[in-house]
Structure formats: structure tokens, C-alpha cells
């Protein structure tokens, strides 16, 4: 009788193991199934999972991006398909109709990225990986050249809509500067070969052509690169 109710016992717990391991196997893939082995995936309506989260697309965002020229009104070349004008600043602000935020996300210009070559008739001739400051050069230099830089912004960020667009000349900075009063801040660093009042750690105001020195300088200063001058 005692090996009896052994064997039993035996036969239950064995039944109970392998139940264990269906349902352990039947978690598995399902969870296989809800989260992507992968770093990130996207559904075909939008939603992205990524870092062991999804995320649903904001449908209340409204985008505006944000391109500075580097060149003076003056010296705009706007004919043919090429240009010699970058896009130096990029920033995309992003507004939340909703709740009324506003972020303002800040692209380095010297990303490596894929940007659409125009050709002769102004149509797309291919795409190349280059600078993304290079996507305003292809076109007259005119609105053609903005969409191009909006177009290659939004496949850096995946495909993001980019709803609306404002390019402004270096000749804007210091009117835009004191349309806002001015400034205040402390200088980052040592600019007084450009400017005597931008001594490195005193607080200022900057007005008028001060205010696009102060973001344009990069040469004879300790840190002249791009990440530095964005900080800036």
C-alpha cells in the first residue's frame, strides 16, 4: 500500500511538473509575442515599442523647425539647383496643443545623416549620408532648400512630422535678441579678442550684434566645437 501511494504521489507531482512547463512555455511566447526582441518596432498604427515600454503616438503635437543661415542677407545666392548656403542652427519646437507646452529640441548640424540630392529640374537625383547642415545647399536656396533640410530632419527622427517651417539670415539674431529685451546670462568663455564685454564668468546683457558674436565665435577659444558652440 505505502508504494502505492508513492507511486501516486509520484505520477501527481510529475503531472504537476510538466503542467509548470506548458504554462512556462505558453508565457514565454506570449510575452515573445507582446514584447519584440528587438531594440524597437513599430505598429502599423504607429505605436512604438522601445526599452521594454510602448509608446502611442501624441496626436496633439503641432512642430515647427527652426533653420538658421549662415549667411547674411546680403550675400544670399538663391538660383540654380545648388547653393552655398547651411543650414548652421536647427531647432525644432514642438507644441503640445493640449496641455500648451512647448519643447525645443536642438539638432547638431554636423549629425551624419541621409539627405536628398536635387537635381537640374529640381526634382530628387538620389540621396547621399553627408552633413545635415548640407540638406539647405540642394535648390535655389529658396523654400525648395528649406523643405529638403525639413525632409532630412524628419527621417533623422524616424519619420516625424514636421508641420511647419521658419529660416532666418544671420542678420536676424540681433534683432530677435533685443526684440526680447536682451540676454542675460553668463559668459561660457573667454570671447573678449571678439568682444571686450565677454569676459569669461561675468553675467551680461546681450544686445544687438553682441548677441550673434556670442553665439557664432569658435576660433582662439578653448572649446571651438560645435556641441560647445550649441551649449552656448
Not at 540630392?117 to 549620408?129: F, I, K, R, S
Request: charged share 20%; with cysteine; aromatic share 8%.
Amino acid at each position: 500500500m505505502y508504494k502505492k501511494i508513492l507511486a501516486a504521489a509520484l505520477i501527481l507531482l510529475l503531472a504537476a511538473a510538466a503542467g509548470a512547463l506548458l504554462l512556462w512555455h505558453w508565457q514565454s511566447g506570449s510575452q515573445a509575442q507582446a514584447e519584440p526582441s528587438d531594440g524597437e518596432e513599430e505598429t502599423e498604427d504607429g505605436d512604438v515599442y522601445y526599452n521594454g515600454a510602448w509608446y502611442v503616438e501624441n496626436s496633439n503635437l503641432e512642430t515647427i523647425l527652426l533653420i538658421g543661415i549662415d549667411k547674411f542677407e546680403d550675400d544670399l545666392d538663391q538660383y540654380g539647383y545648388i547653393n552655398s548656403q547651411q543650414a548652421d542652427f536647427l531647432l525644432l519646437l514642438i507644441f503640445d496643443r493640449e496641455s500648451g507646452d512647448c519643447t525645443a529640441l536642438q539638432i547638431n548640424r554636423d549629425i551624419m545623416t541621409e539627405i536628398t540630392v536635387l537635381g537640374v529640374t529640381g526634382d530628387q537625383a538620389g540621396t547621399v549620408t553627408a552633413q545635415l547642415a548640407l540638406a539647405h545647399t540642394y535648390g535655389s536656396g529658396g523654400s525648395d532648400s528649406c523643405v529638403n533640410t525639413v525632409k532630412a530632419v524628419s527621417n533623422l527622427l524616424y519619420g516625424v512630422d514636421v508641420d511647419h517651417y521658419a529660416a532666418v539670415t544671420m542678420d536676424a539674431v540681433p534683432i530677435i535678441n533685443d526684440l526680447a529685451g536682451g540676454v542675460t546670462l553668463t559668459v561660457m568663455d573667454d570671447l573678449t579678442l571678439y568682444d571686450e564685454a565677454l569676459v569669461e564668468g561675468e553675467e551680461i546683457t546681450l544686445t544687438g550684434d553682441q548677441a550673434l558674436t556670442y553665439v557664432r565665435a569658435r576660433f582662439y577659444i578653448a572649446d571651438g566645437t560645435n556641441l560647445h558652440r550649441m551649449e552656448r
